[in-house]
């Protein structure tokens, strides 16, 4: 099987299409969600239709979770509190109920996902650092893992101590436990402004990151016009 992990892609409905299309191309049987569909980009409504329909499975973002009224605001900085406002006044009932339903983790053959970290997933803590990965591996039940939260793209090995990389193809040894960051479809923050996301080849065990160019001018276009704070446009040039 050829899995397409994607996440972290916050409403940037041009980074999604983009996104879809080049999975397309690649050839793949499943579409899988680390979450992170809406907050901060203009089209939240349309990302989430997208995702809903190709996307076999689907986990909460604490973005998703937060506009889904599953937890406060409070923990956010003021441009993402005002965009998942600008959200939260936007999306439809129907749709606050679709993100409302995602589940934290999920687990399918020999693989998991989760946005954040296994250790305590509501908690959306961040992992950035080894240190970080390691309390999520104490959790991870499975040898192979996909998770976003940070934007980053890396890939963390469960090995004494800790190891990380930052190469685009990983092959993966099944007596290491791995988790991998598949990076941002929407907002990516590690100075590449292109979309990130994952093709993972259950077959011949790789992982693969992959860059996606997409309309930046548009999507940030977009942003401006909707009067969400424009830091949020500008940003999407810069990749952080
Ligand atoms: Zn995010």
Known sequence: MRYAVIGDI?????????????????????ILCVGDVVGYGADPEACLELVSEGCSTVVTGNHDYA?????????????????????????????????AEFPLTAQMNGFALVHS?????????????????????????????????????????????????????????????TLINVGSVGQPRDEDARASYAIYDSESRVVTLRRVTYNIEQAAERITRAGLP???????????
């Open 67 to 99: 506009v889904a009224g599953q937890s406060s605001l409070e923990s956010f900085n003021p441009y993402a509190r005002r965009a998942l406002q600008w959200t939260a006044e936007r999306l439809s009932a129907d749709a606050q109920q679709v993100l």
């Open 117 to 177: 970290s296994f250790f305590a997933p509501e908690r959306f803590d961040y992992i950035f650092a080894p240190s970080q990965a390691r309390v999520s591996f104490l959790k991870q039940d499975v040898p192979l893992a996909f998770f976003g939260h940070t934007h980053l793209p890396v890939s963390f090995f469960n090995t004494q101590p800790i190891t990380y990389s930052l190469e685009p193809e990983i092959s993966l040894d099944p007596q290491t436990k």
């Open 10 to 30: 916050h409403g940037n409905l041009e980074a999604l299409q983009a996104v879809l299309e080049d999975v397309d191309e690649q050839g793949v049987d499943e």
């Open 230 to 240: 424009e830091i949020l446009a500008e940003r999407l040039f810069l990749g952080r």
